[in-house]
């Protein structure tokens, strides 16, 4: 009588109007899976590319974020305690310089010690290449996992500079970019790629509706932290109707975020990875890469890292030129630079040997990409990373594998740009006159390339 009465179970309906929109296996002969959204597929696809080099010589020395102790774990009496003579011999002081030895390892971030105290990123001649065949050669190939000794003339000097604090270096970041908190913009983020300093994600502007790109870079995790002053400073004082432009750039916590415009093309190596180009589209995004090249070059900025990447499309064909993370700013007080910085594949051999190098790196880099144009990738690609650097700069410039499906006057148009001799290297502007570029058509020539690529890979 006074029991509590039993309530009622909700009826729950089947589902209604359900669809199957993906459906994805995997192909154990290709060795991948088939029908990802276009939004997976496309970040395993950057995972898989040759990520770029910094010279660990240079890496930037930076205040570690000091740890939280724990109030209930008490450590045993026999373990140093900071201060003791035996904690202090552990670390390094401030005035020595960083043993060459000692590098950072990317997964746990600790140390580890190599059996010599050569200094490991130079390729020396003569220096045969370590055997052994590596475990992924196309994923990542940072500046730790290079293993061959630097030329005496590159070694660092003994003189290490101050260690600038996280704190430091955020107020130096906070001078350069716009106040305010972009989160308070933005909705609808998505993840659509990763590169080498940070992740990207496309996201809406709540104001407008416009949908922009999102480089999202944590100041602790970058190898050379003063590069992110490249994000913001080179694409927002050089605009060009063929470079990326950027918006706004903002501090937010422990990273930069650099708001840009969204090209929906895609990069061009995605257009490569399934698609072969004809000598008019080769032609037509040449043109438009030399165009933003000779701008900066005449500005003084090096990209560093040119390659099909850095190159994005919008979906109505034009080209423009992006990530700016590794460029190098040249003037009448710096007129070279001697930085190993770069991508192993597409590195020019006084790069590499780390010579005192300018623009011309970049034209080096832009003929390794019209290799991939034609080939479908760049030379040496079945190397390791440091095989491929090894016979860039040790053989002559690399040939096509398909050269008798090309032009006389594309592969004098590339010949000019793989030439191992800088001087006698062409330059942007030289190249601009070249017949191969009489070839060049409108912007809508590309457009059935992006057509074909976003049409295979919305396929299900």
Known sequence: MFRKKKKKRPEISAPQNFEHRVHTSFDPKEGKFIGLPPQWQNILDTLKRPKPVVDPSRITRVQLQPMKPNPFFRAPQHWSSPHSPAAKSQSLPSDQPVPDYARISEAGGSPHKSPTIEHRIGLPQGRPSPA???????????????????????????????????????????????????????????????????????????????????????????????????????????????VVEMYKSYLVGDELWVLMEFLQGGALTDILSQIRLNEEQIATVCESVLQALAYLHSQGVIHRDIKSDSILLTLDGRVKLSDFGFCAQISKDVPKRKSLVGTP??????????????????????????????????????????????RLRDSPPPKLKNSHKTSPVLRDFLERMLTRDPLERATAQELLDHPFLLQTGLPECLVPLIQRYRKRTSTC
């Not at 106040?179 to 407008?208: F, N, W």
């Not at 590499?352 to 990409?369: A, F, H, K, N, Q």
Request: glycine fraction near 6%; aromatic fraction near 6%.
């Open 132 to 242: 052994g065949s590596p475990r992924n050669r196309h994923t990542q190939t940072s500046s730790s996992n290079l293993h061959l000794p630097l030329d005496a003339k590159a070694q660092p000097t003994s003189e290490d500079p101050a260690v600038v604090t996280h704190e430091q270096f955020k107020a130096a970041l906070r001078m350069v970019v716009d106040q305010g908190d972009p989160r308070t913009m933005l909705e609808s983020y998505v993840k659509i790629g990763e590169g080498s300093t940070g992740i990207v994600c496309i996201a809406r502007e709540k104001h407008s509706g416009r949908q922009v790109a999102v480089k999202m870079m944590d100041l602790r995790k970058q190898q050379r932290r003063e590069l992110l002053f490249n994000e913001v400073v080179i694409m927002r004082d050089y605009q060009h109707d063929n």
């Open 345 to 390: 594949y597409w590195m020019a051999p006084e790069v590499i040997s780390r010579s005192p190098y300018t623009t011309e790196v970049d034209i080096w880099s832009l003929g390794i990409m019209v290799i991939e144009m034609i080939d479908g990738e760049p030379p040496y690609f079945s190397d390791s990373p440091v095989q491929a650097m090894k």
